[in-house]
């Protein structure tokens, strides 16, 4: 065995002790952690590596230090969850929640770019920018934010869409493009340096579901250009 391998089979092991301790199901914990059933199981089992941000959400959600999970250093656990406070605890119990987690990245994701289109308004005016630019500027960049929220919307339509009929298959698919590409837009510029991190990402699997999350990708991507204009 090599000292990787070794690695790997002594954090699986850690990894173990934490499941079994929690009591839950392989399904709750999971969940519970921000990952699919199947997602975990590989994690657990081998074929996926535990990664950093992995780690972190054991340490937040279940007070297993992250750096002892990863490396078996210093004290196995931390109190962090009774530091913080009441609001911080339920907006952790939420981003952790399969239902509610990506509604909320979504959130963040347009929150963020409509404060983009704004600050760059107020800079045009500051700038003395004509007053007609500045709101063309912002019309257009306003424009190209609902087309961005319309690749969900439609993404989400055909996930519905495969569930009325019973394609499993399709709704898996259209559940993961939207998931990737919610990342994918939220990370920007370092997404390429954690897609290959991202269980979501690796899921997409086949070279058709890829070439569709590359295309709509760089079709976000071309559009936030022009809000950042």
């Not at 929220?149 to 055909?158: A, G, I, K, P, T």
Request: net charge neutral; aromatic share 10%; glycine share 4%.
């Amino acid at each position: 065995m090599t000292e990787l391998e070794q690695y790997k089979q002594e954090v699986r092991e850690r990894l173990k002790k934490i499941f079994k301790a929690s009591g839950k199901s392989s399904r709750a914990f999971s969940e519970s952690i921000g990952l699919k059933p199947t997602s975990f199981h590989k994690v657990l089992t081998g074929p996926a590596g535990l990664t950093i941000p992995l780690a972190n959400s054991i340490e937040l959600k279940h007070g297993y230090r992250a750096e002892w999970i990863l490396n078996g250093k210093g004290n196995m656990k931390v109190s962090k969850r009774s530091q913080l406070s009441p609001l911080e605890i339920c907006f952790l119990d939420v981003s952790f929640s399969s239902s509610q987690k990506w509604s909320i990245l979504e959130l963040l994701i347009f929150e963020k770019l409509n404060k983009n289109i704004d600050d760059q308004y107020w800079k045009n005016l500051r700038e003395r920018v004509d007053s007609k630019i500045a709101d063309s500027k912002r019309s257009v960049s306003q424009l190209n934010l609902e087309r961005i929220s319309q690749v969900f919307r439609e993404l989400r339509e055909e996930e519905k869409t495969c569930i009325e009929n019973h394609d499993t298959q399709g709704q898996n698919k259209y559940a993961l493009l939207t998931q990737t590409l919610l990342l994918a837009t939220y990370f920007a510029d370092k997404w390429y340096g954690v897609k290959n991190e991202c269980a979501e990402y690796q899921e997409l699997q086949t070279e058709d579901n890829l070439s569709d999350f590359e295309k709509l990708h760089s079709y976000i991507n071309s559009l936030k250009e022009e809000i950042r204009e």
